[in-house]
């Protein structure tokens, strides 16, 4: 059997594979990439090739334009591929919309590369399966025992509890645009919040995009204000509405034409209460895309691998973990992933 | 003990003070007694419990998971209460919740070697924010950003009572403060304060403007020094000592040497400034050696004999049993100085009364004091009765004009609150020369002065002129040729340090934009350190 570090080793421009000359979320323009997810840390243009689901082919087509990529090459969902003796499949990972896990197997070894994941509830996306591997790569965003995020609708629930105890204001939930913000929305709908939700316009085509695969957001309308040859709607009828815009507008002028709003965060950093009180945010929503400690962990029993790789996040505290479970483990310490508006 | 950590995770979170003080009053008024009273004495940190210390936590967490993981956590969150309360291991079935009135009174109670026991127990059922408010309180490290005088403001406001009432009972209650609450909403009469040496709320007064001058009968008037030090309050009453900020906090702790002094039975308010050892008489220090003095619970004898304290009296409030604050300035001032010559305390003096003959005398004395630490003048109506709070029209302060200086913007910072979109916090700096010529040192940080119409013309400044970030910090063009120049006014400068250019400033704020004026015509270090004494 080939040894794991021929089939996939950490390079500066990403995880490598040198017998399917390829590598996985590079960081830089590479020959030939396959990529997990469509967030710009992990999704970059100007790949010779992109192998990807059809979802994230498209996330990346959106956002950077058609001509992104030499070649795209989309595979579904647990179809899969042979690229010079390396067989490539996708799992679902349950992140955002397209997110997959990257199945690599080559003369009877198989590792799995998670990308991003989450166990958590998402209308928005399939939901992360377990694939059996003798090589288990898993993120650490949230790789430190104090993240054990709340139920996901209990946060969302708390969220229209102000809303409604506070009809005088907006509320302005600061979401990452791919992903987070469309999940958000969705739960609102399925906890049966039927009023139109305004969006920040750096959102529209990514949530049209959304409704395309199928996603029912509901009534979506831009958040703009009536200026100057401008339409939109006056400052007062913001008032016990739900905005969602990017965490990057929430403290921008942006968000002062809105009537004395509350900053939300849906973010799983917010469950560090001192992290929340940095950023300004009023109402912290204790949301996120990426698994939490008990998450990673029960995971990682579950899949039950020979060895555990750990990249991006807080790797020696998983390490650490692993250890006291008596399961082989190392950090690959691979730069270029950050996720602080996670 | 739900109900508490929500109102201490509100209060984290909530920005403004108004939106503080909301949380408050809505609090008192749905928590019953004597819940509502503990969660005060917690706030204000009036609550001490004896039987848990801090170092038990770590001993009970070490013991439930890896040290090497637990200490990981730590170190990314920074805050022990709360990475503990994040890192508990909940148990299934423990769910028991305890009241905030039960964690007090059991704890009041046990014995050292119980309390672990019952922390766990109560640790166990409770979610990460109950478990953080039950560590805050039982470690007694609440900092939530609400000074107590911010909780007496809502207790005021709850009982629509004037703050002034509220501090000058405060020292005589013990908390749950039933009989406080009860008097707030009006089911029993005031609580009479039972306590030795109690605070009474102090007299302040307005600033003089140029309209006021024509109102103010200066032959109806007596002028004081308005000394550079803080203002406190000295009782002494059956043998029971303390010494009060202007606030009502106790500082008697920091300053055995003034309490020593007081050999009489009244209580005097005064200017507590520090002075020079090495002379005779009273020689006030500046500020920043006061400053070496205050903010402590004790004091070093190395640091007595070094900064040694007096108090510049002002008036008398109250002396052997009779309360005098009824009495004209004039008549109060004549028992001051009868109390003096009969006890002769030492360490206290007189402030001394100056005689002025008109405006013009007096512009020229408030320009030309004869000595830095006074920092302008007072003016008291002779028959004005001693007013807590500031009343209208009976004391007046005529401070020194500030100095200013011009200085380039050198880094700018988001605001909080209503301003945390805006880039509000200015560090600015002044010329000196470098190893490559001129160069701009920090020498303060200004935060006000400026118009809201100001700051959105500086706010756009820094956005079109960033270049470089640092975090929240954003620095912006300085060159000699373009950067923004800005008048600072401050109110005094001290030798740092601390800081880079030697100087540190008080009270600076900015007084005026100088859009009109070169960069490198804004002033030097040199001009700077030509003011220090």
Known sequence: ????????????????????????????????????????????????????????????????????????????????????????????AGHVLGSAQVVVQHQGLTIVCTGDYKRREDPTCPPFEIVPCHIFISEATFGLPVFQHPHTRDEIAKLLVSVERNPDRAHLVGAYSLGKAQRIIALLRLMGYDAPIYIHGAMQKLCDLYKEFGVELGELKPATIREK?????????????????????????????????????????????????????????????????????????????????????????????????????????????????? | MNRFAALLDQLVLTPSRNGKLRLLTDYFAEVPDPERGWAVAAITRDLEIKSFKPAMLREMIYERMDAQLFDLSYDYVGDLAETVSLVWPGQHGANYQPGLSEVVDTLATAKRAEAPKLVEGWLNALDPSGRWALIKLITGGLRIGVASRLVKQALAAFGDKPIQEIEELWHGLEPPYTELFAWLEGTTDKPVNAMKAPFRPVMLAHPVEEKDKERIDLAEHIAEWKWDGIRVQAVSDSGIKRLYSRTGDDISGAFPDILAAMTFDAAIDGELLVFDPETDGFQVRPFNDLQQRLNRKTVTKKLLASHPAFIRAYDLLWVEGKDLRALTYVERRQRL????????????????????????????????PPLAAIEGLMLKKRVAPYVPGRPKGEWWKWKREPFLVDVVLMYA???????????????FGVWRSGEDGDELVPVGKAYSGFTDEELKRIDKFVRDNTVDRFGPVRAVTMGPDDGLVLEVAFEGLNRSTRHKSGVAMRFPRISRLRWDKPAKEADRIEMLEGMLA
């Open chain 1, 1 to 92: 059997m080939i040894s794991p570090a021929d089939l996939l080793h950490p390079t500066p421009a990403g995880l490598y594979c040198p017998p399917g000359d390829f590598y996985i979320d590079p960081v830089r323009a590479v020959d030939r990439a396959v990529i997990t997810h469509g967030h710009a840390d992990h999704a970059r243009a100007g790949h010779g090739s992109v192998l990807a689901t059809p979802e994230t082919i498209a996330i990346m087509a959106s956002r950077y334009g058609e001509d992104f990529t030499g070649t795209r090459q989309p595979l579904k969902y647990n179809d899969d591929v042979s690229h010079r003796g390396v067989q490539i499949s996708f799992a679902p």
């Open chain 1, 229 to 342: 040859g401008r339409a939109g709607g006056d400052k007062q009828d913001f008032a016990g509405k739900i905005i969602v815009c990017p965490p990057s507008a929430m403290n921008d002028k942006w968000s002062q034409r809105f009537p004395s709003p509350v900053s939300c965060f849906a973010s799983g950093w917010m469950r560090v209460r001192q992290r929340a009180k940095q950023r300004g945010v009023e109402l912290p929503l204790i949301i996120s895309d990426h698994a939490d400690w008990e998450e990673l962990t029960t995971t990682i029993r579950e899949v039950n691998p020979e060895e555990l790789w750990v990249t991006h996040g807080r790797e020696e505290a998983l390490v650490r973990w692993a250890e006291l479970e008596g399961l082989r483990a190392k950090p690959l310490s691979l730069v270029g992933y950050e996720d602080e508006n996670e």
């Open chain 2, 337 to 368: 100085e009868r109390l003096f010559a009969d006890t002769q305390p030492e360490r206290l003096d007189l402030s001394e009364q100056v005689s002025v003959s008109d405006w013009a005398h007096l512009t020229k004395l408030r320009a030309e």
């Open chain 2, 413 to 427: 910072q988001r605001g909080h609150g209503k301003r945390s979109s805006f880039y509000s916090d200015y560090t």
